[in-house]
């Protein structure tokens, strides 16, 4: 069975989703909003995450649910920020895609882009960034993380470990480890 894009949007200004001032001489800056979608597994979890432009952590639990939640902020959703989650099975998959601006803002047009997955620590995991760091924590089972352009930092990992790109920091592996910067 396959389900397809599901959207909530949340305003969620500043940290702890209280109301932030705006920096001075900023009066327009943007709020951050944030996507969530939850799934339920039955078997082994097969999560996969893929995003353009922003980071990705990922820590576990012991239930049989598998959550997203994208924060972004200087992007409108479905014009230049895509957010598709879905579910067949026990695979799992996330994508966040940046689409038209690239390059850097400055000022009150700051952008952002995070995604936190919340997933079973017994579970595969695959996470593929063209920009943004990858922080990876609790999971034992198949682990491939591979970035275009962002720090990596594993802990806590057990099991088949690929590990792309640099700077790499990593403790608490008990695997057979492939850290590489193809």
């Not at 820590?59 to 997203?68: L, P």
């Not at 943004?132 to 802990?155: L, P």
């Not at 990992?157 to 057979?176: E, K």
Request: glycine share 10%; aromatic share 6%.
């Amino acid at each position: 069975m396959t389900s397809y894009l599901w959207i909530e949007r949340h305003p969620t200004e500043g940290i702890g989703h209280e109301p932030a001032s705006p920096p001075p001489g900023c009066a327009g800056a943007s709020r951050a909003e944030e996507v969530t979608k939850s799934f339920t597994v039955s078997g082994r979890a097969n999560v996969r995450v893929e995003t353009n432009d922003g980071s990705v952590r990922v820590t576990s639990s012991t239930t049989k649910q598998v959550e997203f939640r994208v924060d972004y902020q200087g992007y409108e959703l479905s014009k230049d920020l895509r957010v598709d989650a879905h579910q067949d099975g026990d695979k799992v998959q996330l994508t966040a895609r940046v689409t038209g601006h690239w390059g850097f803002s400055w000022g009150h047009n700051s952008r952002r882009l995070h995604i936190e997955v919340r997933m079973p620590r017994e579970a595969d995991l695959q996470v593929q960034t063209g920009d943004g760091s990858v922080q990876v924590e609790s999971i034992s089972g198949t682990v491939n993380v591979h970035t275009g352009d962002g720090a990596v930092k594993a802990n806590s990992l057990s099991g088949s470990i690929d590990l792309q790109w640099r700077p790499i920091r990593v403790t608490g592996i008990s695997a057979s480890l492939d850290d590489s910067t193809r």
